[in-house]
């Protein structure tokens, strides 16, 4: 069956970075570009931006760009998102979600970052 | 940016009532495809969105048929006919047309 399963839960200083993973099974990882979205504790779900999983390619929206970092470890299966510089605003669930254009299918089980001093 | 307005942010039912959610976005979703990418996704606490319906009315795998999706162009409305208690969560609509993708601001629905 497809699954995208996250890494674990992080605790982490300001300043600090983060690189939590997404790996995916039951499918061809290369079929499906692989999205990213935060949900901030008690708000709502927000676009981070997407990786082809063909070509390597990021795209990152507006709101994320210059700090956060997209890449894959295709051998297997797996997509990364690395955080440097933590805020306190990065404090937040971190979901990764396959799609092919239409919808965000599947999605992993999420992972949550904390950012405190 | 495409922005996703969704009413009501809360909305009561009864267990086997009827529920409405309407998601209007600022420019039509209509792609030049011809399609129209609007989904729509539940979330139960502690979990992660679940997809419902896709291209605005076709149910995802598994779903059953108290769920409905209609509309077209910048209109969308979800229906939940005979609510049941798995039903409570969070609403979201999403647009997969145009780039960034948006979601809608999302709908509580609870308990009467």
């Known amino acids: 069956q497809i699954q995208l399963v996250q890494s674990g839960p992080e605790l982490k200083k300001p300043g600090e970075s983060v690189k939590i993973s997404c790996k995916a099974s039951g499918y061809t990882f290369t079929d499906y570009a692989m999205h990213w979205v935060k949900q901030a504790p008690g708000k709502g779900l927000k676009w981070m931006g997407w990786?082809?999983?063909?070509?390597?390619?990021?795209t990152y929206a507006d709101d994320f760009k210059g700090r956060f970092v997209f890449s894959l470890e295709a051998s297997a299966s797996t997509a990364n998102l690395q955080i440097s510089n933590l805020k306190n605003e990065d404090t937040a669930t971190y979901f990764c979600?396959?799609?092919?254009?239409?919808?965000?299918?599947?999605w992993g089980q999420g992972v949550m970052v904390t950012v405190s001093s | 940016d495409v922005v996703m307005t969704q009413t009501p942010v809360s909305l009561p039912v009864s267990l086997g009532g009827q529920a409405s959610i309407s998601c209007r976005s600022s420019q039509s979703l209509v792609h030049s495809n011809g399609n129209t990418y609007l989904h729509w996704y539940l979330q139960k606490p502690g979990q992660s969105p679940q997809l419902l319906i896709y291209r605005v009315s076709n149910r995802f795998s598994g779903v059953p048929d108290r769920f409905s999706g209609s509309g077209s162009g910048t209109d969308f409305t979800l229906k939940i006919s005979r609510v049941e208690p798995e039903d409570l969560g969070d609403y979201y609509c999403?647009?997969?047309?145009?780039?960034?993708?948006?979601f809608g601001g999302g709908t509580k629905l609870e308990l009467k």
């Open positions: 999403l647009q997969s047309t145009h780039f960034p993708r948006t």
């Open positions: 979600a396959r799609a092919n254009y239409g919808p965000f299918d599947y």
């Open positions: 990786i082809n999983t063909y070509t390597g390619k990021p």
